[in-house]
């Protein structure tokens, strides 16, 4: 594959222009940019690690004042905040270019029209999962499992079988002695968020329940 410039690969992840040096930066310390983060080129293939790594190293926001509100919130939830990233709205971690509450609705109909209603959440925030159980139609079932702390299969046991839908929330706080109690394979019911939105979640729920 040709090499492509970085911050065309930049613009098209939906990073603001002036976050580019805070990026670059990041790429360089992980060894995705090689010799110097001011390089005009990347391999094209790398292009999707570059973009795990920067997903890793920042919660992405977008410049909503809500977001960025809650952004700083998130402190308190995953300990060490991660450094933010401005980017536009539709990449953004937190909203996910689309209202909590809507997504949520748009869940919850897919969710009625495929006889569901049971949700377990594997990861996640104390302060997430507040604002999951107050935005979200009272007819879907919430259960959420600490992805900080690890525990004995006989714990998860009971959860994983009351679950229709099993969600592994990554780009959480979420140990990986927690998650392998519930990501088996071939469980149709386990999905995997890999961001950090409740916009975000609602969605890939959506999308697997009208899948099947």
Not at 34 to 43: L, M, V
Not at 65 to 83: F, H, I, S
Not at 136 to 149: A, H, L, M
Request: glycine residues 8%; charged residues 30%.
């Amino acid at each position: 594959m040709t090499d492509i410039p970085i911050d065309n690969m930049l613009m098209d992840f939906g990073i603001a222009y002036n976050e580019y040096p805070n990026a670059r930066n990041a790429l360089f310390e992980w060894g995705v940019i090689q010799r110097s983060p001011h390089r005009a080129n990347i391999a094209g293939s790398k292009s999707c690690l570059a973009r795990e790594v920067l997903t890793a190293a920042f919660l992405w926001h977008c410049n909503n004042g809500d977001c960025r509100q809650a952004a700083n919130k998130d402190a308190d939830g995953y300990g060490d905040l991660p450094p933010l990233l401005v980017v536009k709205q539709s990449e953004c971690d937190i909203c996910g270019g689309k209202p909590s509450a809507r997504s949520l609705d748009e869940m919850s109909a897919a969710l009625a029209a495929a006889g569901r209603s049971r949700i377990l959440v594997v990861g996640g925030t104390e302060r997430k999962e507040r604002e999951i159980r107050e935005k979200s139609p009272p007819c879907v079932e919430w259960r959420f499992v600490d992805g900080k702390v690890a525990r004995d299969d006989r714990y998860y046991r009971p959860d994983r079988n009351w679950a229709e839908i099993i969600v592994i929330w990554q780009s959480t706080p979420l140990d990986h002695r927690v998650s392998a109690h519930f990501d088996g394979k071939g469980d149709r019911r386990v999905i995997t968020v890999r961001r950090r939105s409740i916009a975000a979640l609602a969605g890939e729920i959506t999308g697997h329940v009208r899948r099947r």
